[in-house]
Structures are given as C-alpha cells and as structure tokens.
C-alpha cells in the first residue's frame, strides 16, 4: 500500500507542476502581447506643442532637430531638445528638476511638464498653432 501512495503522490505532483507551467507560460505570453501592443497602438507624433501656463507658446516639427529656451512663468526656464525625432528637457530653473528626470518622448500624447514653471511640453500631430478649440464636446443652453 506504501507504495501506491507514493506512486498517487508523484502523479499529483506532475500534474501540480504541470499546472505551474501552463500558468506560466500563459502570463508570459500575456506580457509579450501587451508589450507587442503598446509598441505599435501609439504612433509617433509629428510636432512638439510648448504650453506656458496652458497657452501655446510654441510649435516645433519633431523631425527638425534644435535646442529651444523656453521662458515659464516666474522668470524661470526650461530647454528643450529635439533630436532623433525625441524631445526632451535638458536644463531648467525649477528646484526639483523632475522634468529633466522624465526623459525623451515621441509618441501623440506624450509630455513633459514643469510644474514650478508651468511649462507642458507635448507631442502632436498637427500644429495647432491657435489656442482656440474647434471641436465642442457640450452643448449650452
């Protein structure tokens, strides 16, 4: 009898681990197409969108590169580079400097913002050069 326990004991264990296996291979397989998806749904973005205390300031094409002063509120400044088709802060006034620590970005809908000098930093696709809004999501009666 001791011996067809054991024997009942290693089947559960094959198939506890077989288990495991299959749970594992699925999560990575998850992760790879998660990872394949957020690769491709983004697109990159055409222009950098420059707002200083949420008024346009400035529009640059993402293809040219350049180094750019931006002049926040408060007397401060930030830097701004684009390069390789990426822009990004490389200097600022303000104390925390989290905007440089946010790195490079790309892709539509990607920012950087400076809190201490208001500045968001943005990727676009167009140039929206006018701060006014053109699509209304509301209607006023």
């Known amino acids: 009898m001791k011996k067809q326990d054991h ?3 290693d089947v559960n264990n094959s198939k506890k681990n077989s288990y495991e296996i299959i749970f594992w291979i699925v ?3 998850v992760c790879v197409v998660l990872f394949v998806l957020s690769r491709f749904m983004y697109k990159t973005g055409k222009y950098v969108q420059v707002r200083v205390d949420g008024k346009i300031v400035a529009t640059y094409p993402l293809e ?3 180094e750019y002063t931006i002049k926040g509120s ?3 400044y930030n830097t701004l580079v684009i390069e390789d088709e990426q822009a990004y802060i ?3 006034s303000c104390p925390d400097g989290l905007c440089i620590k946010q790195g490079r970005i790309h892709r539509r809908s990607q920012s950087i ?3 201490p000098n208001k ?3 943005e990727i676009t696709d167009d140039k929206g050069e006018s701060d006014e809004q053109e699509d209304v999501d509301a209607v006023a009666k």
């Open 7 to 9: 024997i009942r004991q």
């Open 27 to 29: 999560i990575m397989a």
């Open 64 to 66: 040219v590169d350049g």
């Open 74 to 76: 408060n007397e401060g």
């Open 90 to 92: 490389l200097e600022a």
């Open 113 to 115: 913002i400076c809190l």
């Open 119 to 121: 500045v968001v930093v």
